[in-house]
C-alpha cells in the first residue's frame, strides 16, 4: 500500500482547452496520465490530486473529467485549485455526499492514511507583479495586491488549521500536508504555512500549481528545517505520480 500524489491535471474533456500551447510536455498529457497512473497506482493504493482538475466552470461543465479521475485506480482525494470553479469551499460536505465512495473532496476534513492524516487546503501565494532592474533582481512589487494576498493566506490558514485541529481531535499525530499553491514565494523562506507545517511536525508538504521550468523553482523542495518538501505538479513529473508514503528517503 502507497500514497502518491499529483496535481494539475487541467483536464478538459467538456471544454475543449488544449494545454499543448504551454510546451511540449503537455502533448497528449490526458493519455500519459491514463497511461503512468495506471502503471504506478494499484487498486489498494491512495492517489491526491493537489488541484486544477478540471477547466469546467460549473460541476455540469466538469462531469467528463471528474469521471476520468473517478475511473483512475486507487482511492482519489481531491484538493481545490485556483481553477477548480466548479468546487465552492463551503459546499465540500455537498460534493462529498454526492460522490461519496467515489471521490473524496479534502477542505475543512481530513482523510485517513494508515496511522497519518492527510490535511490540506487552496493555499495562496503572492505572485506579484514584482519589479525588476536590468539584471533581474528584484526591486519591489505591487503592495495593494500583496495587501490582498494577505488576506487570501490569513483565510487559506483558518482553513487548514480547522483541517489540522479535526485530525488531531481524532487522535492522528502524523500528518502529511496538501496545498496547491507552493508554501512560499519567490522570496519567502519562510511563510504561515511553513510555519504550521512546523508546529505539527508534518511529514511533508505537497504542492503543485508551477508550471513551466521557470516556475518549478519559485518555492521550497527538498528536506528544509526538517520538512520534506515536494513539487508534484503534473508537467514537472511528466504526469507520473510522485511515492510520498512510504517516504524513500
Ligand atoms: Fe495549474
Ligand atoms: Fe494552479
Redesign the pocket.
Known amino acids: 500500500m502507497a500514497l502518491y500524489a499529483m496535481?494539475?491535471l487541467?483536464l478538459s474533456f467538456q471544454t475543449d482547452k488544449s494545454m499543448e500551447v504551454f510546451g511540449r510536455v503537455w502533448k497528449n498529457h490526458v493519455k500519459k496520465t491514463e497511461k503512468y497512473v495506471s502503471r504506478i497506482v494499484k487498486p489498494e493504493d491512495t492517489l491526491v490530486l493537489t488541484?486544477?482538475h478540471s477547466w469546467g466552470r460549473k460541476l455540469e461543465e466538469c462531469a467528463e473529467d471528474l469521471a476520468f479521475i473517478e475511473r483512475l485506480p486507487g482511492r482519489k482525494i481531491l484538493l481545490r485549485?485556483?481553477?477548480d470553479m466548479f468546487w465552492d469551499a463551503k459546499k465540500t460536505e455537498q460534493l462529498n455526499e454526492r460522490f461519496r465512495d467515489r471521490l473524496f473532496f479534502l477542505q475543512d476534513n481530513f482523510a485517513a492514511y494508515e496511522d497519518y492524516a492527510l490535511v490540506g487546503t487552496k493555499g495562496f501565494t503572492f505572485e506579484g507583479p514584482f519589479y525588476l532592474d536590468p539584471w533581474g533582481n528584484v526591486t519591489g512589487w505591487d503592495e495593494e495586491k500583496e495587501a490582498r494576498a494577505e488576506k487570501l493566506v490569513a483565510r487559506e490558514m483558518a482553513r487548514l488549521r480547522r483541517s489540522f485541529q479535526k485530525a488531531e481531535d481524532a487522535g492522528y499525530r502524523k500528518f502529511v500536508m496538501f496545498l496547491?499553491y507552493p508554501p512560499t514565494n519567490i522570496l519567502e523562506e519562510s511563510s504561515p504555512f511553513t510555519e504550521i507545517a512546523e508546529e505539527y511536525g508534518v511529514s511533508a508538504v505537497v504542492y503543485?500549481?508551477c508550471?513551466g521550468e521557470r516556475r518549478y523553482g519559485d518555492s521550497i523542495r527538498g528536506m528544509h528545517h526538517g520538512i520534506r518538501y515536494m513539487l508534484v505538479?503534473g508537467d514537472y513529473l511528466n504526469f507520473r505520480p510522485e511515492q510520498i508514503l512510504p517516504s524513500s528517503i
Request: hydrophobic share 0%; charged share 15%.
Open positions: 496535481g494539475d487541467h488541484g486544477d485549485g485556483n481553477h496547491h503543485s500549481h508550471h505538479s
